[in-house]
């Protein structure tokens, strides 16, 4: 057994420098590459895609990725850097195909393939220092570039999920599931939107407009109609009309009309704000006076 071969992830007590010659050179020869494509692309989408396709059939030993994995650890630069680019050549097939699943062309411009690739490498190369030893390494980077991917889509909603990068990945990734199903009916986009709305307190409606921009509703898939049709589509027309209030007269009208749940008097909704019960009845009047003249107006008739 060569001394490549029983390198493992972490390196032995005795060995404070590793010999990583063979990792360099993968490193040397990916970058050599990708200047050369460079020349000729000028996204890094097509130029990792044309590297690949002219090294389709080179497949990089896992003994090596093992030791590029130990080089991304060390605190000398080069080497870090050349473990680096040596994981990312011999993985570099997943990220794309990773990339290239979540990418659709009806919906995503190529700006958003750019980013999506972006957040995928950076999410595989700042975590792989991380990996399981006995898992298999492509697996792994599969999940990094995913988490990678839904990172991307978590900044780029137009609202907050959470403080909590781990918790805002899980939530876009429950929009991105529900949003990916083939069919769903307006009642299962209602108690989905309300759902997640009650647990981020963000907008139904605007959880709702996200979906309709990955072209979900409207689009390729199918909003089927149930029996609970006419009160679901109120509901969601509330929380539309709802948008054009400032924040907290919004939630004086959420909990005056019991649109989150039981409706509650002025008195309960004045405590909460921790204002008189004058000043909650002049912002649902002042409200009403701004739904006055717009066509959202009707759909708070009934709920007094």
């Not at 005795?14 to 460079?38: L, M, T």
């Not at 008189?276 to 009934?302: A, C, D, N």
Request: proline share 2%; charged share 35%.
């Amino acid at each position: 057994m060569t001394s490549e071969q029983s390198v493992n992830f972490e390196p032995s007590s005795i060995d404070k420098r590793i010999d990583i010659s063979s990792v360099r050179s993968i490193a040397g020869s990916f970058n050599a590459a990708v200047g050369e494509k460079q020349a000729k692309y000028s996204d890094l989408y097509s130029v990792l895609k044309s590297v690949m396709e002219d090294n389709e059939f080179v497949s990089v030993p896992d003994d090596i990725q093992q030791k590029a994995i130990i080089a991304m650890k060390s605190t000398d630069k080069m080497e870090k850097a050349a473990g680096q680019d040596a994981l990312l050549f011999s993985q570099m097939k997943t990220i794309l195909k990773t990339v290239d699943e979540n990418f659709d062309e009806k919906r995503d411009t190529r700006k958003d393939r750019e980013e999506m690739l972006s957040y995928a490498l950076e999410y595989a190369v700042n975590n792989a220092g991380y990996f399981i030893k006995n898992e298999e390494i492509s697996k792994q980077v599969k999940y990094l570039a995913e988490l990678g991917v839904l990172s991307c889509f978590c900044n780029n909603l137009p609202f907050y999920l959470s403080d909590k990068p781990v918790e805002g990945i899980a939530l876009a990734k429950e929009i991105v599931d529900f949003g990916n199903r083939k069919n769903f009916t307006k009642k299962e986009l209602s108690d989905f939107t309300q759902g997640l709305s009650e647990n981020t307190g963000i907008l139904a409606s605007d959880i709702v407009k996200e979906i309709q921009r990955r072209e979900h509703v409207g689009g390729n898939i199918e909003v089927l109609g149930d029996g609970n049709m006419e009160n679901t589509e109120r509901k969601i027309d509330i929380e539309m009309a709802l948008d054009t209030l400032d924040p907290r007269t919004k939630t004086v009208f959420k909990k005056n009309y019991g649109l989150r749940g039981r409706k509650q008097s002025k008195e309960y909704t004045a405590e909460e704000l921790r204002v008189s019960r004058e000043t909650v009845r002049q912002i649902e009047k002042r409200g009403i006076r701004q739904l006055k003249h717009s066509s959202k107006r009707k759909f708070f008739e009934g709920y007094h």
